[in-house]
């Protein structure tokens, strides 16, 4: 099997997504996390479109183990499948590269239509991402987001919340 590959039935993906409203601050507000995600407090990633390279640079930033741990910083690439810009809206499978050559799924399994929160899986299962354009997230969207993820196969008793400072915790001038 290849990276990622899982004897498990695909995630269901979102049919569409607006890839220009889905730039921007994105706080991980539920997760089960990857190595290096670990102890993460403060978590958030930003995203912005790199028309050049027709890619969307993605910076994940958070303390290390404590809310005023040690800054750590992971720059990462995401491939919107088929996004060449401007208006269309693409699929929910993207990908993601954490350092070249790797590219790994990254699949959109939820978005709220205002583009308030989302959820992103991986196909074994393994990690899984809610994000939140807030430190927080609407105890009516967290409940529906773990009915979501319990019917695609997640156990619910992985899921962390990662601890977050304050409403403005991660912002470019709390961090440097």
Same mark, same amino acid.
């Given at each position: 099997?290849?990276?990622?590959?899982s004897k498990?039935?695909p995630l269901?993906?979102v049919?569409?997504v607006d890839?220009?409203k889905f730039?921007?601050?994105?706080?991980v &507000?539920?997760?089960?996390?990857?190595y290096?995600?670990i102890?993460a407090?403060?978590?958030?990633?930003?995203y912005t479109w790199n028309e050049?390279k027709?890619? &969307?640079? &993605?910076?994940?930033?958070?303390?290390?183990?404590?809310? =005023?741990?040690?800054?750590?910083s992971i720059?990462?690439t995401l491939?919107?499948?088929?996004? /060449?810009?401007?208006?269309?809206?693409v %699929?929910?499978?993207?990908?993601? !590269?954490?350092?070249w050559?790797v590219?790994?799924?990254?699949?959109i399994m939820?978005?709220?239509d205002d583009?308030?929160?989302?959820?992103i899986g991986?196909p074994t299962?393994?990690?899984?991402?809610?994000m939140?354009? %807030?430190?927080?997230?609407a105890?009516?969207?967290y409940?529906?987001v773990m009915?979501?993820?319990?019917?695609?196969?997640?156990?619910? !008793?992985?899921i962390? /919340?990662?601890l977050h %400072?304050s409403?403005q915790a991660?912002k /470019?001038? =709390?961090l440097f």
């Amino acid at each position: 099997m290849g990276l990622g590959a899982s004897k498990l039935p695909p995630l269901r993906t979102v049919a569409e997504v607006d890839v220009q409203k889905f730039m921007g601050e994105w706080y991980v &507000v539920g997760t089960i996390p990857t190595y290096f995600e670990i102890g993460a407090c403060n978590p958030k990633e930003v995203y912005t479109w790199n028309e050049a390279k027709k890619v &969307v640079n &993605v910076q994940f930033t958070f303390n290390k183990n404590t809310l =005023d741990g040690a800054i750590s910083s992971i720059p990462q690439t995401l491939y919107p499948a088929g996004y /060449k810009g401007g208006l269309a809206p693409v %699929s929910g499978s993207w990908q993601v !590269s954490p350092f070249w050559p790797v590219r790994l799924s990254y699949l959109i399994m939820d978005i709220a239509d205002d583009y308030r929160y989302t959820v992103i899986g991986y196909p074994t299962r393994e990690y899984l991402w809610i994000m939140s354009r %807030s430190t927080t997230i609407a105890e009516e969207d967290y409940s529906k987001v773990m009915e979501l993820v319990k019917e695609q196969g997640y156990d619910l !008793s992985k899921i962390i /919340k990662p601890l977050h %400072s304050s409403p403005q915790a991660g912002k /470019k001038e =709390d961090l440097f």
